[in-house]
């Protein structure tokens, strides 16, 4: 099937309503439709792990032992994250990932389950334990962490072999890079076999290369490349990593194989680079509150957007809206917006732009 394809079924259409005293033309309108006439599919491949947080006056240092005020232990990791974000969006979503035969494997498939992301594919490695982060945070917010990969470091080509039906009937694959870099080339072979659009987060992968000239080269034949900025200057030997080296660091990466590469520079927004030229699409004004997966919910809804429409600016506006709202929030997974926040922070930012009289 071609890579601008579509396919998916139809439902019925929703219809978000303009904000009151908005009278010009909506001009999110054209994406808005696009993405409530259908119902995309996006696969995800990515680690999942669960956070736990704990509250203390201090953090303990060697040989120290502390009581604390707080427990939290929530389903977390760019896997998970990125799927319900994208199912948040409106699109059928699967999980491809693996965790470890323990209890917490039955809460990230529950944790899924509520927000209806397919755990078909979801591996279960009963000789290892879920991917865990545990997390301390002192009574001035300051936090020291320790995550074990657990079962994420077991996911293998066989496994992408496995799902690859998936893969093949898919809009878009997601994927990020920190996972054993086997199963992530064989993902992107895979995707590219079958002409399924991918977009990739190149986040160093678990068997880390030593020098970024290491990354094999099917890295580069995804479709979107989304890496910050400082991970795309590391990819590209890049010793200065600015907004005004962004550009520069984009088009290495497409003259490299990449389709189009998307910098996110966090508050100073993103650098959009493809054959056709670039373009800075500005972040959007937040009141900040919690940066925490920020970065997931950009990749989750840029992909949902890819998978309607064949559109990289607009989708990277939409992904960085989804992106600044997930900030304005704690947590990471109960902080995502819906993909009505989403239009509607577009539709605010179209009123603000329309000239006012007096």
């Known amino acids: 099937m071609n890579r601008n394809q579509s396919r998916g079924c139809v439902r019925k259409s929703i219809v978000f309503p303009r904000l009151a005293g908005y009278t010009g033309r909506d001009k999110n309108e054209s994406l808005r439709a696009e993405m409530t006439e259908r119902i995309p599919k996006v696969v995800v491949i990515g680690g999942t792990y669960i956070d736990m947080a704990i509250k203390c006056g201090q953090v303990p240092i060697a040989g120290q032992c502390c009581s604390g005020s707080g427990l939290s232990c929530t389903l977390a990791g760019p896997g998970p994250t990125e ?21 917490f494997a039955q809460m990230v ?5 509520e927000y209806k992301v397919d755990t078909e594919y979801v591996f279960i490695a009963e000789s290892r334990n879920t991917g865990v982060v545990v997390t301390m945070v002192n009574a001035e ?23 690859e039906p998936l893969i093949a009937q898919a809009d878009i694959c997601l994927i990020h890079g920190c996972l054993p870099q086997e199963a992530i080339v064989a993902a992107l072979r895979c995707a590219d076999l079958h002409g399924t659009r991918v977009v990739f987060n190149p986040a160093r992968p678990m068997s880390e290369p030593q020098h970024s000239g290491d990354l094999p080269p099917e890295y580069f034949s995804a479709d979107v490349l989304i890496p910050n900025l400082y991970e795309a200057a590391d990819i590209t030997d890049q010793s200065a ?18 389709r189009c590469a998307v910098i996110t520079m966090s508050r ?15 972040a959007f004004n937040i009141d900040l509150v919690d940066h925490t997966g920020s970065g997931d919910a950009f ?3 840029l992909a949902a957007c890819c998978a309607v429409k064949d559109d990289i600016r607009a989708g990277v506006k939409f992904a960085s809206a989804a992106g600044a709202l997930v900030c304005t929030k704690f947590g990471a997974i109960e902080a995502l917006p819906t993909k009505a926040e989403i239009i509607q922070l577009l539709q605010k930012e179209d009123i603000d732009r329309l000239p006012h009289n007096g």
């Open 83 to 103: 799927a319900v974000q994208a199912a948040l969006c409106g699109c059928e979503v699967y999980l491809v990932g693996k965790v470890g035969g323990d209890a």
């Open 109 to 113: 498939f529950k944790g899924l389950a």
């Open 141 to 163: 917010g300051e936090n020291a962490s320790c995550h074990h990969a657990g079962a994420n470091s077991a996911l293998q080509p066989g496994d992408i072999e496995t799902a």
């Open 241 to 258: 990593a600015s907004i005004r080296t962004a550009k520069m660091i984009g088009s290495d990466l497409v003259a490299r194989g990449a």
């Open 268 to 282: 100073r927004g993103s650098m959009v680079v493809d054959r056709g030229g670039a373009d800075h699409v500005p």
């Open 299 to 301: 990749a989750g809804a």
